[in-house]
């Protein structure tokens, strides 16, 4: 069955980075391209960016651009997501997804989700 | 970037009633349209996809319709389990926008 595991909750201090990971299981993992999605404490979700695992391409969303880094391991099966500059709005449920369904784009598998605090 | 805009941002319903919620989308993106569930705590749950694909092992009274910038998504016969927060997000360009949501409570 299709799982995707993501790492421990992390306590951050402004300024700092964070490495979220996510460990894909129960299907080709290079054939299938993995979204990062966050929501901050009772908001809605914000799409973050993407990375093809395989061909190690990415693209992330403006606001994030040059403090986001997309990364994977195909020999564990492990897609990663660095943050840097971390500030108190980064405070977040951080989501790694796949994409099921190439040419809709729709997320069909999703991870249970990390919870990042970012407070001095 | 295209904006995604949901309504109503909640509504209160009751066990059995038909449920609508709309998005729009600031330009046409054609069919590239999915919605997704999610309850408290939980990561949210593809239900739609392409506007009006239903998911597999997603229930029949969830249906999508629409294209274009006008979308809908119905329940035709609200269950409890149903009662969550429903999210439109849009696939046709970067980046994947979504709205803002749209909580349906009990009444």
Known sequence: QVQLVQSGAEVKK???????????????????YIHWVRQAPGQGLEWMGVINPGGDTTSSAQRFQGRVTMTRDTSTSTVYMELSSLRSEDTAVYYCARVGKFLTGSLDFWGQGTLVSVSS | DIQMTQSPSSLSASVGD?????????????????????????????LIYAASSLQSG??????????????????????PEDFATYY???????????????KVEIK
Do not use: E, H
């Not at chain 1, 402004?14 to 299938?32: Q, W």
């Not at chain 2, 997603?58 to 269950?79: C, K, M, N």
């Not at chain 2, 997000?89 to 970067?94: A, H, I, R, W």
């Open chain 1, 14 to 32: 402004p300024g700092a980075s964070m490495k979220l990971s996510c460990k894909a299981s129960g299907y080709t993992f290079t054939s299938y």
């Open chain 2, 58 to 79: 997603v229930p029949s009274r969830f249906s999508g319709s629409g294209s274009g910038t006008d979308f809908t998504l119905t329940i035709s016969s609200l269950q």
């Open chain 2, 18 to 46: 038909r449920v609508t919620i709309a998005c729009r989308a600031s330009q046409s993106i054609s069919n590239f349209l999915n919605w997704y569930q999610q309850r408290p705590g939980k990561a949210p749950k593809l």
């Open chain 2, 88 to 102: 439109c997000q849009q696939t046709y360009s970067t980046p994947r926008t979504f709205g803002q949501g749209s």
